[in-house]
Antibody, heavy 126, light 106 residues
Framework: EVQLVESGGGLVQPGGSLRLSCAAS????????MTWVRRAPGRGLEWVAN????????NYADSVKGRFTISRDNGRNSLYLQVNRLTAEDTAVYYC???????????????????WGQGTLVTVSS | AIQMTQSPSSLSASVGDRVTITCRAS??????LGWYQQKPGKAPKFLIY???SLQSGVPSRFSGSGSGTDFTLTISGLQPEDSATYYC?????????FGQGTKVEV
């Protein structure tokens, strides 16, 4: 079964750090881009970051750039998100998602987050 | 960054109704747009890519259209299990951006 399982969330004080993990199974992680998305309480989905197959390309939302770092260990079938200098605005459920390419007959490819984990809750509070 | 604006923010409809959700991009994005469904307490589910292509296994009552800046998600023959929040997502450039969501109550 294709599956993603997040862990590492919890309660952290403002200014603190956490390392979120996402364990992949049922597919070859090294063949896919991977993404982190979050949803804050009462708000919508927010794209956070993504990383290419070998970890050499990374992209971040402006709201987390310089504070969050995405990484991966394909040998351990794992994706990570190091979150630093946390504020109350970072309180959210964090989801990892497989970032697949869907290509049309013309060769144009589209990103799609086709497999999602169940999420891990990060609460930033004193 | 591209801003994605959805309307309405919420709607209520009956079983069997046809509903339409609109997503507008702040600049042209071709057809680099997807739609996602999220039910309370659950992970999002991928529905549509390339603005109009249905993901395998998604019921045919879901359809998408549009290109450039204006896109729609239509649910024809609304079912009780379609109660959820729906989001558009542009994959035209970085940073990726979601619409703010449309809550559909059946």
């Amino acid at each position: 079964e294709v599956q993603l399982v997040e862990s590492g969330g919890g309660l952290v004080q403002p200014g603190g750090s956490l390392r979120l993990s996402c364990a992949a199974s049922g597919f070859t992680l090294s063949m896919f881009w991977m993404t982190w998305v979050r949803r804050a309480p009462g708000r919508g989905l927010e794209w956070v970051a993504n990383i290419n197959e070998d970890g050499s390309q990374k992209n971040y939302a402006d709201s987390v750039k310089g504070r969050f770092t995405i990484s991966r260990d394909n040998g351990r079938n794992s994706l990570y998100l190091q979150v630093n200098r946390l504020t109350a605005e970072d309180t959210a459920v964090y989801y990892c998602a497989r970032d697949s390419n869907y290509c049309d007959r013309g060769g144009h490819c589209y990103d799609a987050f086709d497999i999602w984990g169940q999420g891990t809750l990060v609460t930033v509070s004193s | 960054a591209i801003q994605m604006t959805q309307s309405p923010s919420s709607l209520s409809a009956s079983v069997g109704d046809r509903v339409t959700i609109t997503c507008r991009a702040s600049q042209g994005i071709g057809n680099d747009l997807g739609w996602y469904q999220q039910k309370p307490g659950k992970a999002p589910k991928f529905l549509i890519y390339a603005a109009a292509s249905l993901q395998s296994g998604v019921p045919s009552r879901f359809s998408g259209s549009g290109s450039g800046t204006d896109f729609t998600l239509t649910i024809s023959g609304l079912q009780p299990e379609d109660s959820a929040t729906y989001y558009c997502l542009q994959d035209y450039n970085y940073p990726r951006s979601f619409g703010q969501g449309t809550k559909v109550e059946v």
